[in-house]
Nanobody
Framework: EVRLVESGGGSVQSGGSLRLSCVVS????????MGWFRRAPGAPGNEREG??????????TYGASVKGRATISLDITRNTLYLEMNSLRVEDTGMYYC?????????????????WGQGTQVTVSS
């Protein structure tokens, strides 16, 4: 069973930074894309925005709203995925989810990801 467990959320001042972690267990496929999505407060339906993803070829791609402010990395020795963001804005507020899928491709939409963590809340205040 694949499990993704996030940690590191909390309240941050605008302009600050954060680091989220996601411990991955039970994942055995050789190909993967692992990354982060987020859901803003009041977002309609199941709408979730792609933050970024890293794949098993080592390619990392980011969503337009965080590009230049976010860094995703994967520590295989610790089975842990990280998201670091700086210059945080109030609009970065939301529930952040660690995600994974067993194939390589562009960041794509939320429904392309098979595995999800429970989420960790990030609140950015002005």
């Amino acid at each position: 069973e694949v499990r993704l467990v996030e940690s590191g959320g909390g309240s941050v001042q605008s302009g600050g930074s954060l680091r989220l972690s996601c411990v991955v267990s039970g994942y055995t496929a050789k190909s993967y894309s692992m990354g982060w999505f987020r859901r803003a407060p009041g977002a309609p339906g199941n709408e979730r925005e792609g933050v970024g993803v890293v794949d098993s070829d080592g390619l990392t791609t980011y969503g337009a709203s965080v590009k230049g402010r976010a860094t995703i990395s994967l520590d295989i020795t610790r089975n842990t995925l990280y998201l670091e963001m700086n210059s945080l804005r109030v609009e970065d507020t939301g529930m952040y989810y660690c995600v994974a899928r067993p194939w390589i491709g562009p960041l794509g939409a939320w429904y392309e990801y098979n595995y999800w963590g429970q989420g960790t809340q990030v609140t950015v205040s002005s």
